[in-house]
């Protein structure tokens, strides 16, 4: 069973840093976009950053210059290090991979970690 699995959220004061991560949980080949959502109380879900499986990365404006998206392919992860926190930035944050290419070749689509809080408060 495949699973991606988020870890690193939790609660960091107002300029603070975290890294979050996901981990994808079964012999995968490779996994084409992932990318990190994230979801605010009575807020619609909003995309944050994603990245390709070569590397080419976008975010959303009100994160450029303090987040930074990466993945290691050799372990089918992703992180997203998160510095100069603002309260805004408080969510559940989620991460997505629209394609994931299972050793025996099987094609998985549009996979969807559980979500790891994070909270930036004084």
């Known amino acids: 069973q495949v699973q991606l699995v988020e870890s690193g959220g939790g609660l960091v004061q107002p300029g603070g840093s975290l890294r979050l991560s996901c981990a994808a949980s079964?012999?995968?080949?490779?996994?084409?976009?992932m990318t990190w959502y994230r979801q605010a109380p009575g807020k619609e879900r909003e995309l944050v950053a994603g990245?390709?499986?070569?590397?080419?990365?976008n975010y959303v404006d009100s994160v450029k210059g303090r987040f930074t998206i990466s993945r290691d392919n050799s372990k089918n992860t992703m992180y997203l290090e998160m510095k100069n926190m603002k309260p805004e930035d408080t969510a559940v944050h989620y991460c997505?991979?629209?394609?994931?290419?299972?050793?025996?070749?099987?094609?998985?689509?549009?996979?969807w970690g559980q979500g790891t809080q994070v909270t930036v408060s004084s």
């Open positions: 079964a012999t995968i080949l490779s996994i084409n976009i």
């Open positions: 997505h991979a629209d394609q994931i290419v299972l050793d025996h070749g099987m094609r998985l689509y549009d996979f």
């Open positions: 990245i390709t499986g070569d590397g080419n990365t």
